[in-house]
């Protein structure tokens, strides 16, 4: 027997409080009755007269030979079944807490009253377990400070079998909404990108999301089903699953729920290396993980690149933004010793490695171009320059005789400071990037980095190639006799 209180999942008009009252049988697993009712032993006693006298299933009616409940629920049954069992017939009532699998048919009973479509397959226990674990690797891990919902993540999984692959989208960077959505097919639906409020969504039929809001804004049913598989209940955010179609959403069946734990690992797996550029012989993070049933399912990951736009050049222009740096933020221009290279490379959050087809490290020192953001704004920035998919660091001379430092990347480009073109540290700058033969690191980190401590948020290896021709130390000066052709 179980019970739950339905008041925030199920309405009844004229009533403000609503109780569903389940009776299972423990040989079958089937329902031998529910109801609900106004208060909970209305719900309970309408179950169990049921279950005795006209039991759901096929079952046969019938008394039974023992009763089990949790235990707070006991002395109420014993009540009921004096009530509707005369005689001295009376079954055992033993108290015992319901195993997960009685609870999970209570929990499709409630969303099928709530209006969610349920699976003909649903998982078990384990696919459960498994799915709410692998959902609190993702929100331990918050990869929305690194990832934005403009870029799509390519999935293939070996337990997937959509044509095309899956198309993984990472919800919460602009603070609003916090998930994980996948698209079948491997693209993001036509059309979503010009939704507005108040128009029908363009759903592809299969579409799995699982959203991380407040406990407060989820059904009751949604969130204890959480806390009993694991989910810390004082965490800020719950997560709530969804299959989604053009006709509404419905509870993930079995495949849903291990391909959701499945994508889960590989989004997780793929943002601990940090964005990696688009085009990288190393972009792809593949890997394998245990489903609840015992199978090994692998996967494969990368980040999509962008579509062109159809019969426009692939050569474009960015107007430089200046919303990068905060107002008040340092930016440093300075050198590391090459060997210190590498244990940067470890330290840092996210780390995008130099693309192939750089120069081989010259010189004795690489160029460094050093962000010292605010507290708590560091790994915005990070990922800010993450998504530029940053070429390198380049600088132009302004009438004024400054020297303006922008960022450019494959996705735009961005303001940094502008510093008196007579600076020596501008000079010491473009020194270094002719021995470097233009390679250079980019790095947001704290300024505490310098004595050891605090967070390098993220370090890009950038190539800049050096324009081609003399340069202005080559250039002929005044007065010098002129070489001669031969």
């Known amino acids: 027997m179980l019970s739950r209180d339905l008041s925030d999942s199920v309405r009844v008009t004229g009533e403000a409080h609503v109780w569903g009252g389940m009776a299972l049988d423990t040989s079958t697993g089937l329902v031998r009755g529910v109801a609900v009712g106004t208060g909970e032993s209305d719900a309970l006693t309408r179950a169990i007269q049921m279950g005795l006298t006209k039991p759901a299933g096929g079952l046969p009616p019938g008394q039974p030979d023992e009763v089990l409940c949790a235990p707070e629920l006991r002395a109420q049954i014993i009540e009921i079944l004096l009530s509707l069992i005369p005689g001295d017939g009376l079954p055992r009532v033993r108290a015992t807490e ?67 692959g899956l198309a993984a989208v990472v919800m919460g960077n602009a603070g609003i909404q916090y998930g994980l959505v996948l698209y079948p097919g491997g693209h993001i639906p036509p059309g979503l990108d010009d939704w507005q409020p108040g128009l029908p969504v363009p759903m592809l039929p299969g579409t799995l999301s699982l959203m991380l809001d407040p406990p407060s804004n989820l059904p009751r049913d949604v969130r204890e089903k959480a806390f009993r598989y694991g989910w810390p209940p004082d965490a800020e955010l719950v997560p709530a699953v969804l299959r989604l179609d053009p006709e509404g959403g419905s509870d993930p069946g079995e495949a849903e729920a291990q391909l959701l734990a499945v994508a889960l690992a590989a989004v997780t797996a793929h943002d601990s290396r940090g964005p990696v550029a688009v085009g990288s012989t190393r972009q792809a993070t593949n890997g394998e993980i245990v489903l609840g049933n015992g199978r090994t399912a692998s996967f494969s990951i990368a980040q999509r690149p962008p579509t062109p736009a159809p019969d426009v050049p692939r050569f474009r222009v960015h107007q430089a933004g200046s919303d990068l740096v905060p107002r008040g933020t340092s930016v440093v221009l300075g050198h590391l010793p090459w060997a210190s290279v590498a244990a940067l490379r470890a330290a840092a959050r996210i780390q995008r490695p130099f693309l192939p087809g750089a120069p081989r490290p010259a010189g004795t020192e690489v160029p460094l171009l050093a962000i010292l953001p605010k507290p708590k704004r560091g790994e915005s920035i990070a990922a800010k320059v993450a ?20 960022l450019a990347g494959g996705n735009g480009a961005q303001l940094l400071m502008e510093v008196p073109a007579s600076s020596p540290s501008v000079s010491d700058f473009r020194r270094r990037m002719r021995a470097t033969r233009g390679l250079h690191v980019v790095m947001v980190a704290d300024e505490a980095t ?31 006799p002129p070489k001669r052709r031969r």
Not at 393 to 406: P, S, W
Not at 456 to 477: A, N, S, V, W
Request: one cysteine or more; hydrophobic letters at 30%.
């Open 450 to 480: 310098s004595r050891g401590e605090g967070t390098i948020y993220g370090l890009f290896e950038c190539h800049q190639p050096l324009p081609e021709g003399l340069r202005r130390t080559d250039k002929r000066r005044r007065g010098d």
């Open 387 to 406: 998504e530029l998919d940053p070429y390198g660091v380049t600088a132009v001379r302004t009438d004024e005789g400054q020297e303006v430092f922008v």
């Open 98 to 164: 319901p195993p997960a699998e009685a609870e999970d048919i209570f929990d499709s009973f409630v969303g099928r009253m709530s209006g969610r479509a349920q699976p003909t397959k649903p998982p078990n226990p384990s696919d459960w377990a498994l799915l709410y674990r692998r959902a609190f690797d993702f929100y331990r891990a918050a990869p929305w400070t690194r990832w934005d919902d403009g870029i799509v993540l390519a999935l293939e999984t070996s337990i997937d079998r959509t044509d095309g």
